[in-house]
């Protein structure tokens, strides 16, 4: 059971929690006591260092900031202006507080407002849906499209925008990516063709990308009921996270052990046997760490691509609080900016578990 259990959390990106079940299992306690405290407690430990350090930086930052503001006061308006904004300043006044790097405090409350949004948007959706609701069903009879919300989206509407763009520029990037791997994996002259292409083409920037893709769209796609800058979006996402899963794809395939391939050969299998029970299953490890890296690729670029899309995302988020330049601007982009990489070591997490398991599934056969 115990076995089993290590097993599992290796597969689930958490081993560094092997040592605690060994510890309470009696198994060399010292040796896990020790190892326990290395991968799990340090890394705690340092998490509650950098709120203390960042804690003392924002604090920092605002005392010179409201030194600056006073002694401004003071040059161009005199002692009583001066004495003024700093009795504005003490007593939290939004009018005249130092808009610099937020306290862990200003970004948990900025969290909690924007939670506190979502439940109202919420409520409001519901309301509406409740209100609408006869109306569209007569619509439905007659075939009309029926009454959407078209209010403004809450914080966590904004991250799920997000993860369906991700998602569907990472199927994109896949369907493109491995098929077209395997071809050129299979035959070293179009390894050769087509290398330079590749070559060229994968350091482009995402912001070339999206322009490519929002001229051929607005050009192809007429249709004005259709998201085009979701469209848009995935498509940009996929195009620039797709060539670590066509090179490792194309590695994979192409270093495939010669004994499975005289196997293949002595069985008679035709082109797709060959592919689907030979080459996939021997090339999966490097199509998995390919993926892995389009993953984290595309989660990374689509904020610019989401901010020039003007796509209802986290990106748009992220660039309309800047715009905005509120008191509590600041603090909800450190939320972003958390939820971001939050979400992004997620998303690798999940990634690395599908490929362990693969790993795991390919050795038990």
């Not at 050129?184 to 179009?190: M, P, V, W, Y």
């Not at 330079?196 to 769209?217: D, T």
């Not at 270093?255 to 030979?278: C, E, H, M, P, R």
Request: hydrophobic content about 50%; glycine content about 6%.
């Amino acid at each position: 059971m115990k076995d089993k259990s290590i097993k599992t959390l290796r597969m689930i990106g958490l081993g560094f929690l092997e040592p605690l079940i060994r510890l309470f299992s009696g198994e060399e306690p010292s040796k896990n006591g020790k190892l326990f405290f290395t991968k799990a407690l340090l890394p705690l430990l340092s998490i509650i260092l950098f709120v203390v350090i960042w804690h003392a930086g924002a604090t920092a930052l605002y005392n010179s900031e409201a030194s600056v503001r006073i002694e401004k006061a003071r040059a161009e308006q005199g002692e009583e202006a001066a004495i003024a904004m700093q009795e504005c300043i003490e007593s939290g006044d939004v009018s005249c507080q130092p808009n610099t790097l937020p306290s862990p405090k200003q970004v948990f409350g900025a969290f909690q407002a924007l939670w506190q949004d979502h439940k109202s948007i919420s409520e409001k959706k519901a309301e509406f849906k409740d209100k609408v609701s006869a109306t569209n069903e007569q619509r439905e009879a007659q075939g009309l499209d029926p009454i959407t919300y078209t209010g403004r989206p809450s914080f966590l509407d904004q991250i799920g925008t997000s993860l369906k763009t991700v998602a569907a520029g990472c199927l994109l990037a896949m369907l493109i990516a491995v098929p077209i791997g395997i071809i050129i994996g299979l035959s070293e002259s179009l390894r050769t063709a087509m290398n330079w292409l590749i070559q060229i083409l994968k350091p482009v920037s995402p912001v070339v990308w999206l322009l490519l893709v929002f001229m051929i769209v607005k050009t192809v796609i007429t249709d004005p009921s259709l998201d085009k800058s979701f469209i848009i979006s995935f498509i940009s996402v996929g195009l620039c996270a797709m060539w670590a899963t066509l090179v490792n794809t194309s590695l994979g395939v192409s270093t495939v052990d010669k004994d499975y391939i005289n196997v293949a050969k002595v069985l008679k299998l035709s082109i797709g046997q060959n592919i689907f029970k030979i080459i996939l299953p021997a090339s999966l490890p490097l199509i998995f760490t390919g993926l892995r890296i389009t993953v984290s690729v595309s989660w990374m670029v689509l904020i610019a691509i989401e901010l020039l899309a003007q796509s209802p995302g986290l990106g748009s988020f992220v660039w309309e609080e800047f715009q905005n330049g509120a008191n509590d601007s600041n603090a909800k982009i450190i939320v972003a900016m958390f939820v971001i990489g939050i979400i992004g070591f997620l998303l690798d997490r999940i990634m690395l578990s599908v490929q362990n398991m693969m790993s795991f599934n390919k050795g038990m056969a």
